[in-house]
Structure formats: C-alpha cells, structure tokens
C-alpha cells in the first residue's frame, strides 16, 4: 500500500470512488493523519504515457480526455473565461516577471499571460499538446515531466500549475522543486479541481459510506490526488512555503459536467445553483481551488 503523498503516513481507510484502467483497479484512500485523498496504486510510467496519449487531447466524451462533453481544444477554448480571475489573483502577488507554466496543455493559458506582459516559458508531458504550444502560439515549451526538467535555481517570478497537482504521482516533492526554482518573493499558483468540497461531493461521499458501497468513476485514472481546502493549504506549506493563501472558486451551472443516470444528473445540477451562490458570496464549498504559495 502507498503512504500518504502529503504526510507520509502508512494508514488509511479506503474512500468511496474507484477507477478500472486496463484491467487494473485503483482504489482512492484517505489517510487518517491528514485526511488526504490519494489513488492506490499508483499508476506506473508506462500507464501514465497510455493515460497522457493523443486520444487525451482528441476524445469528445466525459469518459476520456478533458472529462467533458466536448474534445480537449474545445473544453480549453471555453475554459478561457476563467483566465482573467486566474491571472488577477496572481498579478496582486507578482503582477510581472518570468512566468513558468507546469503542464501548459495547448497553452492558452500561457498565451494569455504573456499577451498580459509576463516573459513566458513552460513544460508539457504530452507531446501532442507541446506540438500546439510551439506551432500555434510560438511559445517555449518543453517536453517532458516536470520531475525531469533541469533545476534552475531562483530563476522564476511565477510558477503556474493549472488542474496539475492533482495528476502527479509525487505532489509535495515537485511542489518542493517548484519552491527552489522562485526568485525571492516568487509565488507558485496551482488551481486543481475539488471534486469533494462542493455540496454535492460532500452529500456523495457521506450517501456512499453510509451504504458501505463505491462509485466507480467512468473514466482512467487522471485524478490521483483529490484536494480540498485544507489538504491544498498544508501541501503547500510542507513544501516549505512560508504562506499559503487559498482562494475558493466555482463553475457556474451551465458548464458543470454531469454524469449518471438522470436522476443523479438532475440532483447534481438543481444542488450546483445555490451552492453557486454561496461559494459567490461567501467564498466557500468551492468545486475549484486556486492555491498561492509564497516564499
């Protein structure tokens, strides 16, 4: 069994989500230190580079790729309205400098933050998605893992994570590597979803555990590592940044993903309304998080 990739604790008691990748289960823990939610096993390469392919990028469903109705590149493009609440949160810690992206995807983003005035650069696994950032946006993109990338010490203003953290085999310790490669003051930003913070998660996993049953998640196993509030804050500060500001966010209702049968779909979408409201107005039970860490 793997130990808990946030405190190193070796107990845990199994949380109610399942994924089936190649005839191979992965069954989500939740460590009894820390309450960290994490896939065990943990994929190997070889199925990281089967889960990262092509069809990652190409699939038009929920059940593969960017998880929701439409490919990818689609999903990326309608994706961009968020890209303006992203970058203000991390302009008011470091509004210019050298801008380094983790996981850049097709790199919109990237595209954005320099067309705002940052010197961009990033990393991208799949080589799919780093062919776009080179020959559509003329971007300096890497390919590879970020754990593979060359340490450069104190070299970045900025370093963005965006729905990363939650794929990585080993968070804390690229976290760890993200923090030696800011210039003092430097700040990291990672956005990941969470899936059990919102109303609806929350009411799933206590009507799952109640009938001692799981659900098992229609899709491979991208998500390895599930956050909430509390679990992103104490992740960032066992990486040894000094601060760690947290920023609750959420989908609006006409562009969550649903998934089940109709009656689940429409309990998802009737309790999504108010729990957008109060995320809205009281900056909780977010289904998005954005974390800074500052040096």
């Known amino acids: 069994m793997s130990v808990c990739p946030l405190c190193t604790n070796d107990r845990s008691t199994d949380f109610p989500i399942r994924y089936t990748f190649h005839r191979k289960d992965f069954q989500a823990q939740q460590c009894t ?160 979803p969470s899936m059990f913070n919102s109303i609806v998660g929350r009411l799933a996993v206590v009507g799952y555990r109640t009938m001692r049953t799981h659900k098992q998640m229609p899709m491979p196993p991208y998500h390895v590592n599930e956050f909430t509030p509390v679990t992103l804050r104490a992740m960032l500060l066992r990486a040894g940044f000094e601060q760690a500001v947290i920023l609750q966010r959420i989908k609006s209702p006409g562009s969550i993903t649903l998934r089940g049968n109709m009656f689940e779909k429409a309990v998802k979408k009737a309790l999504h309304y108010p729990n957008y409201l109060i995320t809205k107005s009281f900056g909780v039970l977010g289904d998005r998080l954005l974390g800074i860490g500052r040096t």
Do not use: N, W
């Not at 190997?44 to 699939?59: I, K, N, R």
């Not at 801008?99 to 080589?127: N, P, T, W």
């Open 33 to 192: 230190a820390c309450l960290f939610v994490y896939l065990d096993p943990r994929p190997t390469d070889q199925e990281l580079a089967l889960l990262y392919s092509d069809e990652y990028f190409l699939h038009d469903g929920t059940d593969c790729g960017a998880h929701s109705a439409t490919d990818y590149e689609t999903a990326a493009v309608k994706g961009s309205v968020k890209f303006p609440e992203i970058l203000r949160a991390i302009q008011k810690f470091r509004p210019s400098g050298d801008f380094f992206e983790i996981g850049c995807g097709m790199g919109y983003f990237l595209d954005y933050a320099r067309q705002k005035g940052y010197h961009v650069s990033g990393i991208e696994y799949a080589a799919m998605g780093t062919k776009i950032c080179r020959e559509r946006f003329g971007l300096d993109v890497r390919q590879g893992s970020f754990e593979e990338f060359p340490l450069q010490p104190g070299r970045y203003d900025v370093i963005f994570m965006g729905d990363v953290l939650e794929h990585l085999i080993d968070p804390r310790s690229m976290l760890e590597k993200a923090r030696q490669m800011l210039k003092p003051s430097g700040i990291v930003a990672i956005e990941v």
